[in-house]
Nanobody, 130 residues
């Protein structure tokens, strides 16, 4: 069973920054995950894809985070990152990484990643205070 482990969440004031990390701790999966991304879920709200990256490295972002969040990955470390700058209280949510062994364009994967046939981590909480 593939395992994704997120870290890096925490509590920050508005305007602050955090970098989330998602490490693949199971061998043999990283190289076959062609689509990867981050989504979030706040209490009482639906899951929202925030950043996606496809096999070719193309990225896509939700309008609400464009210009503030950056997705990246380090294949040698088998780690996916989400750099979050200029955080706002509305960014408060549990953040999850997602991975899929199908190459889907990033602009599509940003919504598809919340479906149940993706691999997900356990999440990391981000709380932004005003």
């Amino acid at each position: 069973q593939a395992q994704l482990v997120e870290s890096g969440g925490g509590s920050v004031q508005a305007g602050g920054s955090l970098r989330l990390s998602c490490v693949c701790v199971a061998s043999g999966y990283w190289s076959s995950w062609y689509s990867m991304g981050w989504f979030r879920q706040a209490p009482g709200k639906v899951r929202e894809g925030v950043a996606a990256m496809d096999r070719g490295g193309t990225t896509s972002y939700a309008e609400s985070v464009k210009g503030r969040f950056t997705i990246s990955k380090d294949n040698a470390k088998q780690t996916l990152y989400l750099q979050m700058n200029t955080l706002k209280p509305e960014d408060t949510a549990m953040y999850y990484c997602a991975a899929l062994g199908v190459d889907i364009p990033a602009i599509q994967y940003i919504t598809y990643m919340t479906s149940g046939d993706n691999y997900w981590g356990q999440g990391t909480q981000v709380t932004v205070s005003s």
